[in-house]
């Protein structure tokens, strides 16, 4: 909204030419996200517990020790991350551009459905939710229609192709498979996040530190001059999706503020399947989806360790992990949850090193 109300204005108001920079724009959008969060953080936290006397439903297989640390706390803390992200994106971030809608369709989309999710988990007492097949059904409509519209957007060849990290010039033909390809990614990274969102402050550190990757990547692909330095795929108007990442840090951060250990509130299926579709459709519209499974790749790792548990589990009647996501099998070895989630924290910053490195190793 402010670069069409300032912009015009940047002739005859030299300060107003800011409007113009994304890198302010990206800066102004997170202060902004992390100060809307902090101002409503505690009444909307006070509003979640009107409806949730006891809390969020806690898992009666899980850890023995969330049956007393994590009971009463209320869930649904995505609503506090929605709210700040799209009120500073709306207001800092240029509506005339399509990616920043597509990505925000994708991201409330999917917040949307976690709410519905967590609502219906508090309301009903139990941990199930929204079933599993309707879930993905959501999801998979959600993203496949965000899919066809980065498809119409992003320029030939890219609109049809995947880009190969380390690979300058390799870019993977898929044709008419492509909405299908980025419908998956999108839907990857969403669960993969919700599956990683198990202890206080361990999934939303990772989304931030993921962000700031996919702030620089998106502002440099969108700058024709760095991206043909560095020998990316440029995609014009990309850039602007810098504002959202930027946003998206610091709504997490004042997210963060409360949900510190020990939490206050979690963030819920309303904030980790939103979360997780932000990245993977940021991801899809800069052609950096690889990458992403590189940055990303603790959400990526815990995604395993459920799907070898369950495949391993069905097939011989035995466990691989002692409980999973893979976060739990550390709690039942009698981890402290500090030492899980920072020491969780520091491999996704060793991956987001990594990732980073895809743009200059060409």
């Given at each position: 909204?402010?670069?069409?109300?300032?912009g015009?204005?940047?002739?005859d108001?030299?300060?107003?030419?800011?409007?113009r920079?994304?890198?302010?724009?990206?800066?102004?959008?997170?202060?902004?996200?992390?100060?809307?969060?902090?101002?409503?953080?505690?009444r909307?936290?006070?509003?979640l517990?009107?409806?949730?006397?006891?809390g969020?439903?806690?898992?009666?297989?899980?850890?023995e020790?969330?049956?007393?640390?994590k009971?009463?706390?209320?869930?649904?803390?995505?609503?506090?991350?929605?709210?700040?992200?799209?009120?500073?994106?709306?207001?800092?971030?240029?509506?005339?551009?399509?990616?920043?809608?597509?990505?925000?369709f994708?991201?409330?989309?999917?917040?949307?459905?976690?709410?519905?999710?967590?609502?219906?988990?508090?309301?009903?007492?139990?941990?199930?939710?929204?079933?599993g097949?309707?879930?993905?059904?959501?999801?998979?409509?959600?993203?496949?229609?965000?899919?066809?519209?980065?498809?119409?957007?992003?320029?030939?060849?890219?609109?049809?192709?995947?880009?190969?990290?380390?690979?300058?010039?390799?870019?993977?033909?898929?044709?008419?498979?492509?909405?299908?390809v980025?419908?998956?990614?999108?839907m990857g990274?969403?669960?993969?996040?919700?599956?990683t969102?198990?202890?206080d402050?361990?999934?939303?550190?990772?989304v931030?530190?993921?962000?700031?990757?996919?702030?620089?990547?998106?502002?440099?692909?969108?700058?024709?001059?760095?991206?043909?330095?560095?020998?990316?795929?440029?995609?014009?108007?990309?850039?602007?999706?810098?504002?959202f990442?930027?946003?998206?840090?610091?709504?997490?951060?004042?997210?963060?503020?409360?949900?510190?250990?020990?939490?206050a509130?979690?963030?819920?299926?309303?904030?980790s399947?939103?979360?997780?579709?932000?990245?993977?459709?940021v991801?899809?519209?800069t052609k950096?989806?690889?990458?992403?499974?590189?940055?990303?790749?603790?959400?990526?790792?815990?995604?395993?360790?459920v799907?070898?548990?369950?495949?391993?589990?069905?097939?011989?009647?035995?466990?691989?992990?002692l409980?999973?996501?893979?976060?739990h099998?550390?709690?039942?070895?009698?981890?402290?949850?500090?030492?899980?989630?920072?020491?969780?924290?520091?491999?996704?910053?060793?991956?987001?090193?990594?990732?980073?490195?895809?743009?200059?190793?060409?």
């Open positions: 909204m402010i670069p069409l109300l300032l015009p204005l940047a002739d108001f030299i300060l107003f030419n800011l409007a920079y994304t890198t302010f724009r990206a800066g102004a959008a997170c202060m902004t996200a992390l100060f809307i969060a902090l101002v409503f953080g505690k909307i936290i006070d509003w517990r009107t409806f949730q006397p006891n969020q439903p806690i898992r009666e297989d899980g850890p020790s969330h049956l007393l640390t009971k009463g706390t209320p869930t649904m803390g995505g609503v506090l991350i929605l709210l700040s992200l799209t009120l500073s994106v709306l207001l800092w971030a240029d509506l005339r551009n399509g990616f920043t809608w597509a990505v925000l994708v991201t409330l989309g999917y917040g949307c459905l976690g709410f519905v999710d967590d609502w219906l988990k508090v309301t009903k007492r139990n941990s199930k939710g929204v079933s097949k309707q879930k993905l059904i959501a999801q998979g409509a959600i993203a496949l229609g965000a899919a066809i519209w980065f498809s119409l957007m992003l320029p030939e060849p890219l609109s049809t192709t995947m880009a190969v990290p380390f690979l300058k010039d390799t870019l993977v033909p898929l044709g008419l498979a492509f909405p299908f980025a419908m998956f990614v999108m990274a969403s669960n993969a996040v919700n599956l969102d198990g202890l402050g361990l999934a939303i550190v990772p931030m530190i993921a962000s700031a990757v996919f702030a620089l990547i998106a502002y440099l692909v969108g700058n024709r001059v760095f991206a043909d330095y560095l020998q990316l795929h440029g995609v014009q108007g990309a850039g602007e999706l810098a504002v990442c930027s946003a998206l840090i610091g709504a997490s951060l004042g997210f963060l503020w409360f949900n510190a250990p020990p939490a509130v979690f963030m819920g299926d309303t904030g399947l939103a979360l997780g579709g932000a990245l993977g459709a991801a899809v519209a950096h989806e690889i990458v992403l499974a590189i940055v990303g790749g603790l959400f990526v790792v815990e995604t395993l360790s799907i070898i548990q369950v495949f391993w589990f069905k097939r011989t009647g035995r466990r691989v992990f409980m999973a996501p893979l976060h099998h550390f709690e039942k070895k009698g981890w402290a949850e500090p030492t899980i989630v920072i020491r969780f924290w520091i491999i996704a910053m060793v991956l987001a090193l990594v990732g980073l490195s895809t743009l200059k190793i060409r």
